[in-house]
């Protein structure tokens, strides 16, 4: 036996392989559940962020056009006011130059947005029961069409309901801030359709 020499193999055996699945099937198990909320947490915040971008700007475009409105509203084609309650279908901001929320021939379209992904719902209460749209004055207010100054809050919601639900709350001077499962500004709680 000078010539042989014993040569040894070296691989899986099909039990580590089983085990090693096993182990695997379970971490994914985990994984994915978890996986899934934070997909959903994120697409909540960004789709929040983007109301408040966007009504930054409403605000600040409207302050650089002394006596004329800056008009934010629900839109479904992204040229005028649908007059619709359900914002996740998109919206617009527009120079409202005679203040009628509506866009006119003298008017012009400053930002479109085609709406929410995810099936998630965007809701507006307040400012004065209008809730298809919003309007700021060159100071940077709300103001409802009979012309006084008014609050508002913007909701988004997805499927799990009030619990994960993200809000944005305008003052009637105007400034935003966040609310997480928190009040309106009106002081009721926060409400998913």
Known sequence: ???????????????????????????????????????????????????????????????????????????????????????????????????????????????VNNGLAGGNTLRVRGFGGVNSSVRFDSEGMPRMPAGTIGAGTFIVCDDRGVANAEALVVSAAGQVRSVSNGQDHAGNAIACP
């Open 1 to 111: 036996m000078s010539g042989d020499r014993m040569r040894y193999q070296s691989g899986v055996t099909l039990v580590e392989l089983m085990v090693t699945l096993l182990v695997l099937s379970i971490v994914i198990g985990f994984a994915i559940p978890s996986f899934q909320v934070m997909v959903q947490n994120n697409r909540i915040a960004s789709q929040i962020n983007t109301v408040s971008g966007t009504l930054a700007f409403a605000r600040s475009s409207a302050s650089i056009r002394p006596g004329e409105f800056v008009t934010f509203c629900a839109s479904t084609d992204g040229a005028s006011c649908s007059g619709n309650a359900q914002w996740e279908t998109g919206w617009l901001v527009f120079r409202d130059v005679n203040g009628d929320v509506s866009v006119d021939a003298a008017d012009e379209v400053l930002r």
